[in-house]
Nanobody
């Protein structure tokens, strides 16, 4: 299984960036896909996730209303659209895949089986 995130880089406060995560080696449509991030000196935190077959989405309170997770099962890709960026969104962003994740565990790191290497997002003020 490989997960490869892309689209990171430098953004401005109030601006937008879109991250992509291309998956291979798994039955993509059967997996819940999640995004996590880790800011410098901080622990890994949940950002958002979308369940298999484009079902329920879940977001961290810190990004709700600004970020959107969506997926294209035909392209085996999950996206994280980030709008109204803030400097505190600066972090390395990781995509992750997990099967049979119950909704109450969707924000839990250990619920996910596969992880990509991450992509850095830096937001300037």
């Amino acid at each position: 299984v490989q997960l490869q995130a892309s689209g990171g880089g430098l953004g401005q406060a109030g601006g937008s960036l879109r991250l992509s995560c291309a998956a291979s080696g798994l039955s993509f449509s059967a997996y819940t896909m999640g995004w996590f991030r880790q800011a410098p000196g901080k622990e890994l935190e949940f950002v958002g996730a979308i369940r298999s077959r484009g079902g329920t989405r879940s977001y961290a309170d810190s990004v709700k209303g600004r970020f959107t997770v969506y997926r294209d099962n035909a392209e085996n890709t999950v996206y994280l659209q980030m709008n109204s960026l803030k400097p505190e969104d600066t972090a390395v962003y990781y995509c992750a895949a997990g099967r049979s994740i119950i909704l109450s565990s969707i924000s839990t790191e250990r619920a996910y089986d596969h992880w990509g290497p991450g992509t850095l997002v830096t937001v300037s003020s």
